[in-house]
């Protein structure tokens, strides 16, 4: 899967490279970390990955939309 | 469209916001980087940054201008407030966007795919804070970066 940000930290003098995969329903990131048993989603319609939060795994808004909704006043938080 | 940073270097603590990055009307921020790093001398101490959404702008130590990284480009619209805040920011429950655990003595760096950035709404007083939500240590400096595409 083609990540959707990258992250880079130095520890002990060694740098730490991860990605970072965006939440197509809310628009969070996460880094990735394989074997952390965080359970996340994929989204058919969007084609893309979720969080995991219940809002996002229950119903396809994308992001997109939740932003029109949201500068439209039919949404009270983004 | 072009690309904006915004930088300031704050002392950090539980819920103390270092930099606000803060959308118009407008205009829908995309921030694409954030780059973080502790400028005084650093220690064994950790802290924890979350990247989270307000409503209202608080009360900021100082503005910034927003440098364009391209000086053929317009001046932005999105602004960046730089704490210490004498009131926070408002900001909205559970909008963590991006969890950052650092050691002081560790830089870090996120970088985002264009278009995959994290939007603000085209609402006046809304953004994106950036935001030290706990440190073991809290005497120490933190030198952030904000940039982002507009």
Redesign the interface.
Request: charged share 20%.
């Given at each position: 899967m083609r990540p959707d940000g990258y992250t880079i930290q130095e520890t002990g003098g060694k740098p730490i490279e991860a990605d970072t995969l965006q939440c197509r329903h809310c628009g969070r990131h996460w880094i990735v970390k394989p074997g952390s048993g965080a359970k996340r989603g994929w989204c058919l319609k969007c084609s893309g990955p979720l969080c995991g939060r219940r809002d996002c795994m229950t119903e396809c808004l994308p992001f997109e939309k939740r932003l029109e909704l949201y500068e439209n006043g039919e949404i009270a938080v983004l | 469209m072009g690309m904006f940073a915004g930088v300031g270097a704050v002392v950090g603590g539980t819920d103390k916001t270092i930099l606000t990055l803060i959308s118009a009307a407008t205009v829908?921020p995309e921030l694409r980087e954030v780059v973080i790093g502790c400028s005084d001398t650093p220690a064994d101490q950790a802290a924890r940054f979350s990247i989270m959404?307000f409503t209202a702008v608080g009360t900021e130590a100082s503005g910034f201008t927003p440098t364009a990284w391209n000086p053929a480009d317009p001046a932005g619209i999105a602004d960046v407030g730089v704490g210490v805040f004498s009131a926070e920011p408002t900001y909205?429950a559970?909008?963590?966007?991006?969890?950052i655990a650092?050691?002081q003595?560790?830089?870090?760096?996120?970088?985002?795919?264009p278009g995959?950035g994290?939007?603000a709404?085209?609402?006046a007083s809304?953004g994106l804070g950036l935001r030290c939500k706990s440190a073991t240590s809290v005497t120490p400096s933190w030198a952030c970066t904000l940039a982002w595409e507009e």
């Open positions: - | 829908r959404r909205t559970n909008s963590d966007m991006l969890w650092i050691n003595r560790g830089p870090f760096r996120w970088i985002a795919q995959r994290i939007i709404p085209a609402t809304n």
